[in-house]
């Protein structure tokens, strides 16, 4: 088996170690790599959030301390409210959620 398929492997979140930790079971609240001591979260498979914070919120966190850093590129699309990224190429956009097309 891959540890990709390993139910109880979780890979470390810090981009320079990513390397993977195994749990002795499903009902851990966290794991912590070895290497580096990050910890993990089991279930949402984040960087360790406290107990007290779902994952949802964890991730909604997340997701907002992206949005600010990447004020200049994220947008929402007008017709769903989605976060889009624009990388590059030219205005025209088109949401990967509704499909709206806009400029």
Request: proline fraction near 3%; include cysteine.
């Amino acid at each position: 088996m891959t540890l990709e398929k390993d139910p109880l492997v979780r890979f470390c979140v810090k981009s320079s170690c990513r390397n993977p930790v195994r749990a002795k079971t499903k009902e851990e609240a966290f794991v912590t790599c070895g290497t580096c001591g990050i910890q993990v979260c089991f279930k949402c498979r984040q960087e360790w959030h406290g107990s007290r914070v779902d994952c949802k919120d964890a991730l909604d966190m997340e997701l907002k301390k992206w949005v600010a850093a990447n004020k200049d590129s994220v947008a929402y699309c007008p017709n769903c409210r989605t976060h889009i990224q624009k990388n590059g190429g030219c205005n025209h956009m088109t949401c990967a959620i509704c499909r709206h097309e806009f400029c």
